[in-house]
């Protein structure tokens, strides 16, 4: 398994990502956090396209600062002591805990660098196709995001080179 310092400019990888925690779902996640099991770095990951069946997905990853998984761990541990699974489908006893916990992951995500790579998977942590986000690349992930819907996962293979 490849550190994910060691990703190729584009090709095919086994997930460095084992661990988890998931903000968005919708028939498998759509966005979360990750930590690489090898450096430990943590990685927001977005979902922008999907195909029909909403079986292949394509994510933006973007790198968080140190430790960012750890300290959302903590905080869900210190608002959620009772829940085993740590995220999605999230339980709130009070709205203000709903409120502290949407405040905490939008600053998370606030801190995220720029669009890195572009990932297809069945999830972020199944075997994925890869490929570094260049300035075409960005300005598609750019346009998508600006889009009510998620887009056909078709146009992105494109950018793939293997
Ligand atoms: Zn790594």
Do not use: H
């Amino acid at each position: 398994m490849k550190c994910c310092s060691q990703f190729p400019l584009s090709g095919r990888i086994s997930s460095p990502f084992t661990r988890q925690i998931v903000l968005g779902y919708y028939d498998g996640a759509t966005e979360g956090i990750v930590k690489c099991s090898v450096c430990m770095k943590s990685w927001y990951y977005r979902m922008i396209a999907w195909d029909s069946r909403q079986d292949n997905r394509l994510f933006v990853l973007r790198l968080l600062p140190e430790r960012s998984f750890e300290s959302l761990e903590q905080f869900l541990q210190n608002v959620q002591p009772n829940r085993g699974q740590l995220g999605f489908p999230w339980s709130f006893e009070s709205e203000s805990e709903k409120i502290a916990t949407d405040d905490f992951v939008a600053r998370m995500i606030k801190a995220a660098s720029t669009p890195a790579w572009i990932v297809v998977g069945k999830s972020i942590i199944s075997p994925l196709r890869i490929c570094a986000v260049t300035q075409e690349i960005l300005d598609a992930i750019l346009t998508a995001e600006s889009g009510s819907t998620y887009e056909n996962i078709e146009k992105w293979y494109e950018f793939f080179r293997d």
